[in-house]
T-cell receptor, first 117, second 114 residues
Framework: EAQVTQNPRYLITVTGKKLTVTCSQN?????MSWYRQDPGLGLRQIYY???????DKGDVPEGYKVSRKEKRNFPLILESPSPNQTSLYFC????????????????FGPGTRLTVL | KQEVTQIPAALSVPEGENLVLNCSFT??????LQWFRQDPGKGLTSLLL?????REQTSGRLNASLDKSSGRSTLYIAASQPGDSATYLC?????????????FGDGTTLTVKP
């Protein structure tokens, strides 16, 4: 089954304790992206990757890191989480167009609800 | 800065009514526009994708249109049902210098009353 998986689905942690949220897709998609969703602020893009070893900042990259060492995986790293990073996080993937755009529909993972105390 | 606006923020209609949701975007250099559905506490389900070269897409009772020149897209839902109650989001992706960037609207929360 074609899907985007995220782990963990729920996480409660404390300020400053490094954590990684994993994202994996089995559709051979070049494009992957991370979003956070907050009440009143909607979905905002954190980082995206057009292909292996290529990553770029979205609208809210501060406090986050990503890496794209393999095509199927795109982990989101919070080196020193803070309470303002409490949010619902989504990973998405898609095919990338030859001109560099997101060619096709984005498939979303189920989300990771993160609470930072 | 690219902006995507969805109006209205909330909409309540009786079952069976046809309705239109609106999505406006400021940057016309879009690659495509996608409509999603999100149920409370759940993830996003893709409904329709319109490429920048297309005018509309249809899937069942849903029809999405795109007018790049005016920066607008509409999602038409025919014969609404209580099961259509959800938040509907539109998202725009871009090309050129912003290739890979994706901007979402804040969504329209639809309630269909039996």
């Amino acid at each position: 089954e074609a899907q985007v998986t995220q782990n963990p689905r729920y996480l409660i942690t404390v300020t400053g304790k490094k954590l990684t949220v994993t994202c994996s897709q089995n559709m051979n998609h070049e494009y992957m992206s991370w979003y956070r969703q907050d009440p009143g602020l909607g979905l905002r893009q954190i980082y995206y990757s057009m292909n292996v070893e290529v990553t770029d900042k979205g609208d809210v990259p501060e406090g986050y890191k990503v890496s794209r060492k393999e095509k199927r995986n795109f982990p989101l790293i919070l080196e020193s989480p803070s309470p303002n990073q409490t949010s619902l996080y989504f990973c998405a993937s898609s095919l990338a167009g030859t001109s560099g755009g997101v060619l096709n529909e984005q498939f979303f993972g189920p989300g990771t609800r993160l609470t930072v105390l | 800065k690219q902006e995507v606006t969805q109006i209205p923020a909330a909409l309540s209609v009786p079952e069976g009514e046809n309705l239109v949701l609106n999505c406006s975007f400021t940057d016309s250099a879009i690659y495509n526009l996608q409509w999603f559905r999100q149920d409370p506490g759940k993830g996003l389900t893709s409904l329709l994708l319109i490429q920048s070269s297309q005018r509309e897409q249809t899937s069942g009772r849903l029809n999405a249109s795109l007018d790049k020149s005016s920066g607008r897209s509409t999602l038409y839902i025919a014969a609404s049902q209580p099961g259509d109650s959800a938040t509907y989001l539109c998202a725009v992706t871009y090309y050129n210098t912003n290739a890979g960037k994706s901007t979402f609207g804040d969504g329209t929360t639809l309630t269909v009353k039996p």
